[in-house]
């Protein structure tokens, strides 16, 4: 298996904007970057080690029946970034003068480039790390089942440990319906299901495509890159940078994402907190509750 991920990095100290790629802390950003980069290659490639004790301590390749040849670009425009902070991490630094807003779309191309030579193309926001290692493998069953005209996309989730621990899925139904019927018909086959690992697993449409990521095989890569507007600079889904992780497969796909009673079949977490420990606050003492702040 063969997996081309593109990256989308800016970060700009100076910022004032909303999103964690302007102002801040640059050595937190970083971390965060290092994160959604090292995950990749501690769940997808050969860094992975069974730690044998007989005979002295002794390391065995891992998940060798689940590992793939990943090729991870990190696209960043001008001086706006935190690459020299990333030493360790392998990836392609490619370097480009796009529009920063716009910077997704040149991961688009970066991804095109790789036509004929990867299995899966992955687009990913720099604050999202995938730590599952069957991931790609659950992907493939998902389109084996419903075809490529599907696309599944994970629940983006965050969590906290203080003041009690809590997980919150962040991508549900928008609270206006009506932003994005114009790109998608999410009535059609709305809510379908397969048994998978013993049971019944469901995956539903809903107005919200995004998730700050997508998830290709090659066959379905292909017939989107052949479309006129492929790569080119959007902001008609939110804005620019939601529109280039998620306009272009919901007007050319059928997006799911897994139901809120098996949300975790398929998840990515993002690191970069913006509703747990900002709007809301877990409560001690209370599991299941969650309060604003």
Same mark, same amino acid.
């Given at each position: 298996?063969?997996?081309?991920?593109?990256?989308?990095?800016?970060?700009?100290?100076?910022? /004032?904007?909303?999103?964690? @790629?302007?102002?801040? @802390?640059? &050595?937190?950003?970083?971390?965060?970057?290092?994160?959604?980069?090292?995950?990749?290659?501690?769940?997808?490639?050969?860094?992975?080690?069974?730690?044998?004790?007989?005979?002295?301590?002794?390391?065995?390749?891992?998940?060798?029946?689940?590992?793939?040849?990943?090729?991870?670009?990190?696209?960043?425009?001008?001086?706006?970034?935190?690459?020299?902070?990333?030493?360790?991490?392998?990836?392609?630094?490619?370097?480009?003068?796009?529009?920063?807003?716009?910077?997704?779309?040149?991961?688009?191309?970066?991804?095109?480039?790789?036509?004929?030579?990867? &299995?899966?193309?992955?687009?990913?926001?720099?604050?999202?790390?995938?730590?599952?290692?069957?991931?790609?493998?659950?992907?493939?069953?998902?389109?084996?089942?419903?075809?490529?005209? /599907?696309?599944?996309?994970?629940?983006?989730?965050?969590?906290? &440990?203080?003041?009690?621990?809590?997980?919150?899925?962040?991508?549900?139904?928008?609270?206006?319906?009506?932003?994005?019927?114009?790109?998608?018909?999410?009535?059609?086959?709305?809510?379908?299901?397969?048994?998978?690992?013993?049971?019944?697993?469901?995956?539903?449409?809903?107005?919200?495509?995004?998730?700050?990521?997508?998830?290709?095989?090659?066959?379905?890569?292909?017939?989107?890159?052949?479309?006129?507007?492929?790569?080119?600079?959007?902001?008609?889904?939110?804005?620019?940078?939601?529109?280039?992780?998620?306009?272009?497969?919901?007007?050319?796909?059928?997006?799911?994402?897994?139901?809120?009673?098996?949300?975790?079949?398929?998840?990515?977490?993002?690191?970069?907190?913006?509703?747990?420990?900002?709007?809301?606050? @877990?409560?001690?003492?209370?599991?299941?509750?969650?309060?604003?702040?």
């Amino acid at each position: 298996m063969r997996i081309l991920f593109a990256i989308a990095h800016y970060f700009a100290p100076s910022g /004032a904007g909303a999103h964690g @790629s302007e102002g801040g @802390s640059a &050595d937190r950003r970083a971390q965060i970057v290092r994160d959604c980069v090292a995950s990749l290659q501690q769940n997808f490639a050969e860094s992975q080690a069974l730690l044998d004790g007989r005979g002295g301590l002794r390391m065995h390749a891992a998940n060798a029946d689940l590992s793939a040849t990943i090729t991870i670009a990190l696209c960043t425009t001008g001086d706006n970034h935190l690459v020299p902070e990333l030493e360790g991490c392998r990836f392609n630094h490619i370097r480009t003068n796009a529009e920063p807003v716009y910077l997704g779309f040149e991961c688009h191309k970066v991804l095109r480039s790789g036509l004929g030579r990867y &299995d899966w193309f992955v687009y990913l926001e720099d604050d999202l790390r995938l730590a599952d290692g069957l991931a790609f493998h659950k992907l493939a069953w998902f389109n084996g089942e419903f075809g490529d005209k /599907a696309v599944l996309q994970p629940n983006r989730f965050e969590i906290v &440990d203080a003041p009690a621990p809590y997980k919150l899925y962040i991508d549900g139904n928008l609270a206006d319906p009506s932003i994005t019927p114009a790109l998608q018909r999410i009535d059609e086959e709305r809510h379908v299901e397969a048994t998978a690992l013993g049971q019944r697993i469901a995956f539903q449409r809903i107005d919200n495509p995004h998730s700050g990521c997508f998830f290709l095989n090659a066959a379905q890569f292909a017939r989107w890159a052949e479309q006129p507007d492929f790569a080119v600079p959007s902001a008609r889904l939110f804005g620019p940078l939601e529109s280039a992780a998620s306009l272009g497969i919901a007007q050319y796909f059928r997006v799911y994402k897994p139901a809120r009673e098996n949300a975790a079949f398929f998840e990515i977490e993002h690191l970069d907190r913006r509703f747990l420990g900002r709007i809301f606050e @877990s409560v001690p003492g209370e599991p299941s509750a969650l309060r604003r702040r």
